[in-house]
């Protein structure tokens, strides 16, 4: 049987693919050489359970490494609890509740729907808000990096 330029190209296709993933898989091994899996107990066993760390806030608070980050959260919400009915981060920073308690009221944005649409609740695009918003433990990280803030990027 003889080739015909399509099936040609496609063996050629198939072949650069082959070669091209063997490649990237080579180079990412190499990259995470010395890295240990987060797994350290065999498949068969429990992994004994990670330490639970102390949630911290710098007492000069987190500021923003760029201006559209969500804010992180300075405070505890383990109690706070979101449903399709309730939503307890509201009763805190809706306004004007959060008046009663200091507590920033959400982002304009967030009265916003996908529309465009001014709503006088948050949107549904906004509700689960540990989408975005999430406190800090003092970690350290698990892979080393050299992430700039935009401030630090611009000197
Ligand atoms: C009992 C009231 C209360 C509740 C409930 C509450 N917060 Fe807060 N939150 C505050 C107050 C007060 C502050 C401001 C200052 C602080 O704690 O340092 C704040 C600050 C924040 C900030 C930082 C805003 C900024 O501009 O830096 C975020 C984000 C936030 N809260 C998110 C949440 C989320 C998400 C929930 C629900 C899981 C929640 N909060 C529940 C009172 C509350
Ligand atoms: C899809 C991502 C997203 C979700 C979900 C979200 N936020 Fe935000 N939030 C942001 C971003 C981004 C900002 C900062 C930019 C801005 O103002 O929109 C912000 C800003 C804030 C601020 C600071 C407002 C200010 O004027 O400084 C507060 C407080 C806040 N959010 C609380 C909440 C609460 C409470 C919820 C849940 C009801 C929530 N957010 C859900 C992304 C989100």
Redesign the pocket.
């Known amino acids: 049987m003889t080739k015909t330029p399509a099936s040609a190209a496609r063996a050629a296709a198939v072949l650069a693919l082959v070669f091209g993933l063997t490649g990237a898989g080579y180079s990412l091994a190499q990259e995470l050489k010395g890295i240990k899996s987060l797994r350290e107990a065999p498949l068969t066993e429990d992994s004994a359970a990670p330490d639970v760390l102390k949630q911290a806030?710098p007492a000069d608070?987190?500021g923003r490494a760029y201006r559209q980050q969500?804010?992180?959260?300075?405070?505890k919400?383990d109690g706070?609890q979101?449903t399709t009915e309730n939503n307890?981060?509201m009763?805190?920073?809706d306004w004007p509740g959060n008046t009663r308690?200091?507590?920033?009221k959400i982002s304009e944005t967030h009265y916003v729907d996908r529309q465009g649409v001014r709503l006088d609740k948050v949107a549904g695009t906004r509700y689960f808000?540990?989408q975005c918003?999430v406190p800090q433990a003092d970690a350290k990280p698990l892979v080393g990096n050299a992430f700039k803030n935009a401030t630090q990027v611009q000197n």
């Open positions: 806030t608070g987190f969500p804010p992180l959260i300075p405070h919400t706070y979101i307890q981060c009763t805190c920073h308690v200091s507590a920033p808000c540990q918003h």
